[in-house]
């Protein structure tokens, strides 16, 4: 009998819920235009470049994500931009044959790519030594050589790392060490936006990987941590690349009425002279040159600190989520709360349902627990609404992918 309850509310649920989610992500997403991608009348931009650890490569310290902005790649290439990181994850790989045609009249040398496999939907750290074989890494390392169309790939990571074990299992670090030594990766590198800390000391260690690409803003909860982490790691030669530094783009939730200050942002987390770039995405120019306008001047003016609210703590709970996991005991349900913190952000403050609804597939979702109580027992370290959130996204389990871009 609760079975059927259980079935019935969630119908109800999706039946009352869809619309207001697909009005709230989707439209925006579907009938929005992108900016013009013709760029401003152009002038001399004073770059700073900074060495990429013990690889020797200087980069400028801005570089370029490219989930959701092929469509902006060769201007930012004509500007400047030096290094590309993507992902064999990101549009199943499409993102990676995209820009593979978009550099491939281009001299290779004149640009640092970047990609990897993610890991991190497995939480735990056994999941992964039985999840992927050592063959299958191999094949997806060379399925990103084939899709990028390249001999080489100067970076590879293991992405979304959430725990030293995996960065440290040997098989692993067997194969990519074969690959290096066979001339297919160039560096090895670890990515991570969860136990940041724990990961770069133990990739430094391992004296296998070249690169760390960490998750750092100034809304992090463990910041501090994370500096003194990429401090060791730097002074051990490593080269450190930053993302997530747009901290989830919103202070405030989905109706995204207060945007963060993103040039902020981007400086707050590059006057940390051991980051040495870091690679927001552009959807379009505006974005590319704000971003790349940082390098005018790295201070933060008193209006930008004031932006950033640095003296007053995480005071306003936006959409950026820590991955703190501090909620997982927490719940009656054991729910996966980390993973639907992040498809949130993914979904309202990105504006990539596409992804965001890719994350969600790592949940089981048959039923969602929220429903059934009547008041939520999780506290949330950034002082999130989680029932309120999580049964609004996961109403996108039930639209289709085909409605779905970004």
Same mark, same amino acid.
């Given at each position: ?40 009348? $152009? $002038? ?159 990739a430094t260690d391992s004296g296998v990987y070249d690169v760390i690409l960490t998750a750092y803003n100034f809304r992090k909860t463990n910041r501090d941590e994370i500096k003194e982490a990429v401090a060791y790691a730097a002074g051990k030669g490593m080269g450190i690349v930053a993302m997530k530094t747009q901290a989830g783009v919103y202070w405030d939730t989905r109706e995204k009425k207060k ?45 930008? $600190? ?22 997982? &005991? ?22 990539? &349902? ?53």
């Amino acid at each position: 009998m609760r079975e059927k309850t259980k079935i019935k509310g969630r119908r109800n649920f999706i039946k009352t819920g869809l619309t207001g989610l697909t009005g709230a992500i989707l439209a925006p997403t579907l009938t929005k235009k992108d900016k013009s991608l013709l760029p401003p009348q $152009k $002038k001399d931009r004073k770059f700073i470049y900074r060495t990429l650890g013990k690889t020797g490569i200087k980069l400028p310290i801005v570089s370029m994500g490219t989930y959701d902005a092929t469509g902006v790649t060769n201007l930012a290439l004509d500007a400047g931009i030096v290094h590309i990181d993507t992902s064999a994850d990101y549009n199943e790989g499409n993102d990676e044959r995209m820009f593979g045609q978009v550099i491939k009249n281009r001299p290779h040398d004149s640009i640092v790519i970047g990609t990897s496999i993610g890991m991190w939907q497995f939480r735990q750290a056994e999941q992964i030594k039985n999840a992927i074989s050592v063959e299958k890494l191999r094949e997806y390392i060379e399925g990103s050589l084939e899709r990028l169309d390249m001999d080489t790939i100067d970076i590879y990571y293991l992405g979304g790392v959430q725990h030293k074990e995996i960065a440290e299992h040997e098989p692993y670090l067997k194969v990519l060490t074969e690959y290096k030594k066979a001339g297919k990766l160039r560096f090895l590198g670890v990515t991570t936006h969860k136990n940041e800390p724990e990961i770069i000391r133990a990739a430094t260690d391992s004296g296998v990987y070249d690169v760390i690409l960490t998750a750092y803003n100034f809304r992090k909860t463990n910041r501090d941590e994370i500096k003194e982490a990429v401090a060791y790691a730097a002074g051990k030669g490593m080269g450190i690349v930053a993302m997530k530094t747009q901290a989830g783009v919103y202070w405030d939730t989905r109706e995204k009425k207060k945007m963060i200050n993103m040039k902020a942002a981007l400086k707050w987390a590059l006057q940390d002279e051991n980051i040495h770039t870091a690679i927001p995405s552009f959807k379009n120019s505006d974005q590319l040159y704000e971003a790349l306008s940082v390098m005018e001047n790295l201070e933060l003016t008193p209006q930008e $600190k004031a932006d950033l609210q640095l003296n007053q703590g995480n005071s306003s709970t936006g959409l950026f989520c820590s991955q703190c996991e501090k909620c997982v &005991p927490q719940c009656p349900a054991n729910l996966d709360i980390p993973t639907l913190m992040r498809s949130y952000m993914y979904a309202y403050g990105y504006e990539r &349902p596409a992804k965001a609804r890719k994350t969600l597939d790592h949940v089981d979702l048959s039923h969602i627990p929220c429903i059934d109580c009547d008041t939520c027992s999780v506290v949330c370290a950034s002082g999130f609404d989680i029932k309120r959130k999580v049964t609004d996204i996961a109403r996108l389990k039930d639209v289709p992918e085909e409605f779905l871009a970004g």
